[in-house]
């Protein structure tokens, strides 16, 4: 097929672009960098969609799973309906489009991948994704909720142990330029320097390793992408079950069996592959996903 | 069918927004700007 005939839709062509101007967005602040501060603006009060420390130099708003584990620690509340309600809305309203476009964290991994190394399959390790929803009822609701001090102050159990953002966007960043900071860090700076490690390492030989296994963002927004008025529609008229979707998606989804899988991060290289151009975007109310449930 | 896709879309949105507001009545929005604006310890491996 002449591939200059696929009507591919701009959002798929330009993904990379778009990746590169949301982690800018979220990043705004670029002199902060180099001063060695953080932005104490009006921005702070708002979370930003994706995986994004708020103690990034450049950081424009709050880290949402940082925020939530902030607000259920503290001595004041025991649950946090304003970061859960801001993540209901960006989840239904996009899904898991938030991971394959709007998340710093995720094109990080994506541009690892790019660089030329052996690259190993993740579809027999698919049982592992159902540990990033442990990650989010464990490290970010229960631990931050239940195991708190004389003052009823919990830790940010996933922040302090497991966040690889932290380390990449805050402490690196940060202990350049402050010389304060880089004699503070110990070991637990060694461990998540370690885990940073490794993702950046996984990331080079498996697609997004972080997004499939661990991220709680990810997890929670995977539980919406079922209901998301971003879609993906198949149309079973065009399909001609070729298979070539299934094998182009580095997610592990077969699309034409479940269009809005909880994998599905909206990355469009199944539409990228399809020969036929049966598969499409759509945002919309109700059910989108295929030809047999929606009248046009 | 329990609920429709659309009724179930409807019915999130409209809890998100009455979580969100009623998050920001009680003042969850200062407890994240106050996080949000101070170096995080334990995000940087400080502790």
Redesign the interface.
Same mark, same amino acid.
């Given at each position: 097929m002449d591939k200059k005939k696929k009507k591919l839709s701009p959002l798929a062509r330009f993904r990379g672009f778009i990746q590169a101007g949301a982690t800018l967005l979220t990043n705004l602040h670029l002199p902060n960098f180099a001063k060695g501060t953080?932005?104490?603006g009006?921005g702070?009060?708002v979370?930003v969609p994706g995986l994004n420390?708020?103690?990034c130099p450049g950081?424009a #708003?709050?880290?949402p799973v940082?925020?939530f584990q902030? +607000?259920v620690g503290?001595s004041?509340?025991r649950f946090?309906?304003?970061?859960?309600?801001?993540?209901?809305?960006f989840g +239904?309203?996009l899904g898991r489009f938030i991971c394959g476009f709007l998340c710093p964290f995720g094109w990080f991994q994506e541009l690892l991948h790019k660089i030329p190394s052996p690259k190993l399959s993740t579809k027999k390790l698919k049982p592992l994704r159902y540990l990033k929803y442990a990650v989010l009822l464990v490290m970010v609701v229960a631990l931050p909720l239940l195991a708190v001090n004389e003052l009823g102050m919990g /830790?940010?159990f996933f922040?302090?142990y497991l966040?690889p953002? #932290? +380390?990449l966007e #805050?402490?690196i960043p940060?202990s350049l330029t402050n010389a304060g900071?880089r004699a503070?860090?110990?070991k637990?700076?060694?461990?998540?320097?370690c885990i940073l490690l490794a993702v950046i390492v996984g990331s080079v030989v498996f697609y997004r390793p972080f997004c499939k296994w661990l991220c709680p963002l990810g997890a929670f927004y995977a539980l919406?992408n079922k +209901?998301?008025?971003f879609q993906m529609r198949v149309d079973t008229h065009k399909c001609v079950s070729c298979g070539a979707c299934a094998k182009a998606c580095k997610m592990d989804v077969d699309i034409t069996k479940t269009p809005n899988h909880a994998e599905c991060i909206r990355c469009g290289m199944c539409m990228k592959a399809c020969p036929t151009d049966a598969i499409q975007y759509k945002f919309g109310? #109700? /059910?989108q996903s295929n030809t047999e449930t929606t009248k046009e | 069918m329990f609920m429709t896709k659309k009724q179930a879309q409807l019915l999130l949105l409209a809890a998100g927004v009455l979580m969100l507001l009623f998050g920001l009545w009680r003042g969850e929005a200062d407890t994240v700007f106050s996080k949000a604006i101070r170096l995080c310890m334990e995000c940087v491996g400080i502790g």
């Open positions: 953080l932005y104490q009006g702070k009060y979370c420390c708020y103690s950081a #708003g709050a880290c940082g925020a902030a +607000v503290s004041k509340f946090s309906y304003y970061i859960t309600g801001i993540l209901i809305l +239904v309203l /830790d940010p922040c302090k966040c953002q #932290g +380390v #805050g402490a940060l900071i503070a860090l110990g637990l700076f060694t461990w998540k320097a919406l +209901v998301s008025l109310l #109700g /059910d | -």
